[in-house]
């Protein structure tokens, strides 16, 4: 009978167990060295076109790394960050024209 109590309060506490949640993935900082911006997404080199973040109409903005990485986002972040000035995004290599 004593096992089984133990069998039973050792479930009972794994059942309570809550696992951590996982750690946020890091992002990468880069330097900002420039900006584009374009009014019509049909309009952005391809270069620079990142169609999963890409909206259907309405502006598109991208920030250019010192290293030639760029970052789509919103107008918000795009009139707030100044050049110069290291930027956590989600930073991609420019794709051949």
């Known amino acids: 009978m004593r096992l089984l109590e133990m069998v039973l309060a ?10 951590a949640p996982a750690p946020a993935p890091q992002v990468p900082e880069e330097t900002v060295a420039g900006r584009m911006q374009w009014i019509d997404p049909r309009d952005v080199p391809r270069e620079f076109l990142r169609l999963p973040t890409a909206p259907y109409v309405g502006p598109y903005y991208i920030l250019i790394s010192v290293s030639g990485h760029y970052c789509v986002v919103s107008d918000d972040v795009y009139v707030t960050v100044q050049d110069e000035q ?6 991609r290599p420019r794709r051949p024209g």
């Open 86 to 91: 290291r930027w956590a995004c989600d930073w």
């Open 10 to 19: 050792l479930l009972v506490g794994w059942g309570c167990y809550i696992p």
